[in-house]
């Protein structure tokens, strides 16, 4: 008895031992094959109490399986410290606890909008009030009051959706200065932001509903070159610090003089002859300007030997393709949430 419980404790000693080395779930699980295997040495321990004496046998066989237990534990203690110590590298090598989690998709402000927000509120910074007007509008508002009687050819340039004979989708936001002029005395300064729709061919640079950005200022000595100022300001705001505005002569029937704007290309700033931004001229155009026409101011009830104002009209959808640097219009309007949020 005494001699199998020295060789008991021998084992035990070196099972505890093997089972600390095992550096994985497959070596502790050799060491179990080799203690407590069919064929391992319990097993071969546990044959020999045969040969003790009958009287003897009962408690080698107890003293052997409180061993067995003990080594069970041991085995069961030594498998969840290699889980953790696998865990605790698996951690260390590929997850980052700290990084960031997923964040949930959530909606994005539209680019056409962002020109709209900021425009607007660049103008508002200078005391401007923003107006909203209906899109459904008379002719007299769209045309006649803006100096442009029925006869008129200008009417043709203005490519309109009529909904009756004298009604139609406003292909401009002019009839808002006509509007805000008729419910206002002098000074006056507002800027409207609005949809517009004209019976234009959808291509790159087109769209047949759009927005426009309309400006007016009306007071006592205003000249062109307020004009100049506000809408160098604009551009610096929209596009950044270093634009400059070009005019161009122009006709528009409710301005005198006329003019188109233009802005120093964002993307090459006038030094690429291949920018396919400006198509190498160093300019992209933003819209129409001028002065107020003194037949505006008249048919409003302003006069016009005491007041001046001048007023502008950009498309939106154009100053956000010079702003993100986009190629084709109609990405604003093609419902690719990717792509507009990614402007955003
Ligand atoms: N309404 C003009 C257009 O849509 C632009 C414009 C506005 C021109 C104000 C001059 C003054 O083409």
Redesign the pocket.
Known sequence: MSELAGKLEDLERRFVDAAAQAVDERALDAVRVAYLGRSGEVTTLRRSIGQLPASERPDAGKVINAAVERMEQQLDRAGSQIENRVFEEELAQEIDVTFPSIEPATGSIHPVRRVLRDASAYFERHGFAVVLGPEVEPDYYNFDA?NIPPTHPARE??DSFFITNTLLLR????PM?IRTMQQHQPPIAVVAPGR?YRRDAVDARHLFQFH?V???LVAEGIHFGHLKGMLTGLCRELFGSSQTVRFRP?Y?P??EP??EVDTTCPKCGGSSASCNMCGGSGWIEL????M?HPNVLHEVGYEPERYSG??????VERLGLARYEVDDIRRFVNSDADFLAQLS
């Open positions: 803006l340039g203005f292909p401009h936001t002019s200065q517009c426009q309309e400006g007016l122009s528009f409710f301005t006329s003019a819209g129409g300007s001028g107020v001048w007023a502008f009209g950009f498309g």
